[in-house]
């Protein structure tokens, strides 16, 4: 479906969210202004091959040494070490501090092991009632001798995958982590390969695991951004199983002894709506939490490192989130099958296509602020002729200040056959000129 021009009053919509003036930023040869209004900024068209991506590097975390973070526009702040809270259903990044900063994840890395099994159900690979057996391993690192958190399975028990999910989910237990990773891959070890492959599939490019617990190994590490997309991908691909993170308490009925044990997350008691996720605490990393939270159909994702105390950590997750359920308003900028711009097409009947939507884009900003924010359309272009209708070519950048808060995927919203052979000739020409221009002034 090719979008329709936005009638009058969707632009001035748009123009009322702005500053006024529009924004044009040349990030390659060509760069073209489409009114975006409320961004109060240009849609720049990147044309030009892109620069491949360094693999990312994988240093230890260092305690102590957080990235220089500006104060955020809005005005709050927070004693975590890093933290950065999204929207769910947008994407929009409402307030983020050293979000790419390196950090032991503690137990946040059952988040993973959880993502790994719930696959693994969903593809019909593994059955809930499927049971393992406890190993003197799993009973020794992550049972009662451990001191650590546990789900108090006895040694040489069977316990079904639900069971051990939830111990591991409601109640951090390690003992729940270890039996599901040996019953599933035979070792720890072999599950955390498992694990990183998973991350490497969702995106998470910064993290690494070496254990399915997060129990203190210096090769763990994660950021606050890769365990949002972790935590996105739970409650969207995996419902059934992310359901376990919300319950409040978890009682071990197989044991000789049951013990209660109430969920560990703070959030979850604190009446806000929270149904998950997880905390974590080890001594180099301080106490953690990945939450989130529902209100009035909205749903906020957080993740918050460094905090010295279970206090703290609560109080500021809490904080936190109050705060963006409070401070934020959504406001639409296109709808679905709107075309924010074209994308330039080489030997094609058309020297353009128009990028559309394939769902609406809505974006949220502070109420009473508006801040000044740009959009821009990114791509690898001129397209090569012929062009299919509905190929995801690009992506739509919402940005406030040099921050990307939200990513839309673009797509063809036509299709456009192979020119003629004089505009084939044409188009061949024109790159030959274009392209001695930007390699004589270093655009290349």
């Not at 009053?9 to 969210?17: G, H, Q, V």
């Not at 190993?135 to 399975?153: I, V």
């Not at 998973?198 to 090769?219: C, I």
């Not at 974006?363 to 509905?390: F, M, S, W």
Request: charged share 25%.
């Amino acid at each position: 479906m090719i979008g329709v021009p936005p009638k009058a009053s969707d632009a001035k919509s748009r123009e009322s969210l702005l500053a006024d003036g529009l924004e044009t930023v040349s990030l390659a040869r060509r760069s073209v202004v489409a009114g975006l209004g409320g961004l109060a900024a240009g849609i720049v068209l990147s044309v030009g091959p892109a620069a491949a991506k360094p693999e990312p590097a994988r240093p230890r975390p260092e305690k102590g040494k957080p990235e220089a973070t500006p104060k955020n526009p809005q005005g709050f702040d927070t004693t975590a070490e890093t933290a950065l809270l999204t929207d769910f259903e947008s994407g929009t990044v409402l307030f983020e501090k050293n979000p790419d900063q390196l950090f032991f994840p503690a137990s946040l890395t059952k988040m993973m092991t959880v993502a790994v099994v719930a696959q693994m159900v969903k593809d019909a690979k593994l059955s809930l009632d499927q049971e393992y057996q406890v190993s003197e391993h799993a009973w020794r690192t992550g049972g009662a001798p451990s001191r650590t958190s546990t789900m108090f399975a006895e040694i040489n028990s069977r316990l079904k995958v639900a069971e051990l999910l939830q111990g591991t989910q409601v109640v951090s237990a390690n003992d729940g982590a270890i039996v599901l990773a040996e019953g599933i891959a035979g070792s720890e070890q072999a599950f955390a390969q498992l694990m990183n492959k998973r991350a490497a599939e969702l995106g998470m490019a910064s993290s690494h695991f070496n254990n399915p617990t997060g129990l203190p190994d210096p090769d763990n590490h994660t950021t606050a951004r890769d365990l949002d997309k972790l935590a996105r991908h739970l409650i969207a691909d995996q419902p059934d199983i992310y359901k376990f993170f919300s319950l409040r308490e978890y009682t071990n009925t197989v044991s000789s002894h049951p013990i209660r044990q109430l969920n560990r997350d703070p959030l979850i008691a604190a009446n806000i709506g929270a149904d998950g996720i997880k905390t974590g605490y080890i001594k180099e990393s301080g106490y953690n939490i990945c939450g989130s939270a529902v209100q009035n159909g909205q749903r906020l994702i957080l993740v918050m490192s460094g905090f010295k105390s279970e206090k703290e950590r609560a109080d500021e997750a809490k904080k936190l989130m109050e705060w963006g359920f409070k401070t934020f308003e959504q406001i639409p900028l296109y709808k679905e099958g709107e075309s924010p711009g074209d994308a330039s097409v080489f030997g094609g009947a058309s020297g353009s296509v128009p990028l559309v939507t394939q769902k609406p884009i809505n974006v949220l900003v502070a109420r009473g602020h508006r801040e000044n924010l740009r959009a821009r359309i990114v791509y690898t272009g001129p397209l090569q002729a012929p062009v299919e209708k509905d190929r995801q070519v690009g992506k739509l950048q919402v940005m406030r200040g040099d921050s990307v808060i939200q990513e839309t995927p673009l797509y063809t919203g036509a299709d456009v056959p192979v020119g003629k052979l004089h505009q084939r000739a044409l188009d061949a020409v024109s790159e030959l000129v274009t392209g001695w221009i930007r390699g004589s002034v270093g655009l290349r």
